[in-house]
């Protein structure tokens, strides 16, 4: 698993970007899928999101993940608890509550982790590049101002996602970015195939970020170009492979 610098030395705060690694799955899921949404075994993915848990010293029900669907929306957790599979569609969740662990499910889009400075409220947000451009982490962001945060105390960690040598996009990619603000072009690059780009993701939400008063930072881990430590859609769609694991990035308020 991987953590971030910047959130291990806050106070009261537990998070964990956890790799393809430690867990019970097979095959095309080895080993830690976390994602009911795969073809893999339930009772396997139960079992990983298990032992994800117990690194929070909680339990599989606690920890909260969404049916993500690449959307701006925001639920509050641990007032309302649910169970996965069955779980809302949203994209990013919030809490100011201990006893429940967050978490979202990534095969190459952004898992971004949030945390205040004085140990009062997490939050953990699914960007790929749709919920990036539209402003899943701003959304984010003001639902833990309405928990009481001041953005100013946030911290924000981008975790692995897939990388800006490897995220190849079509010709039509960069317009939406480009026409949201004309700085956005440098995110893009020219790639190899003809009217194609690469595209910056953990880039464009850190600066995402930055410009909403959050300081944040990056992992720098790549999940297309790590077969070995990630999961990846990408990986496998490129190898002609329909089904993928879920990777977890999780965090959580210290009882």
Request: aromatic share 8%; hydrophobic share 40%.
């Amino acid at each position: 698993m991987i953590q971030s610098p910047s959130l291990s030395a806050l106070p009261g705060i537990r998070h964990r970007f956890f790799t393809r690694e430690g867990g019970v799955s097979e095959g095309l899921f080895t080993s830690l899928n976390c994602g009911y949404g795969s073809a893999d075994l339930p009772e396997n993915v139960r079992e990983n999101r298990r032992r994800a848990a117990a690194q929070f010293e909680l339990d599989e029900p606690d920890l909260q993940t969404l049916h993500q669907i690449h959307s701006t929306d925001v639920r509050v957790a641990g007032v309302e608890r649910w169970q996965s599979p069955g779980a809302p569609k949203s994209d990013a969740l919030v809490t100011d509550r201990p006893g429940v662990v967050l978490g979202v499910l990534s095969a190459d889009c952004a898992p971004v982790l949030f945390a205040d400075r004085r140990g009062r409220a997490v939050g953990a947000a699914h960007a790929g590049w749709r919920g990036a451009l539209e402003g899943v982490t701003d959304a984010t962001i003001a639902a833990l101002e309405r928990l009481g945060v001041a953005r100013a105390d946030l911290v924000a960690c981008v975790g692995p996602c897939i990388g800006r040598d490897t995220y190849e996009v079509g010709p039509e990619f960069p317009a939406p970015f480009v026409a949201q603000d004309p700085d956005h072009a440098r995110f893009f690059k020219t790639a190899p195939r003809s009217g194609h780009f690469h595209f910056d993701l953990a880039g464009y939400l850190l600066q995402r970020l930055a410009r909403a008063g959050v300081a944040a930072s990056a992992t720098g881990h790549d999940t297309l170009d790590e077969s070995g430590r990630f999961f990846s859609y990408r990986r496998n769609t490129l190898r002609g492979i329909r089904d993928y694991g879920r990777g977890l990035s999780a965090i959580a308020l210290e009882g």
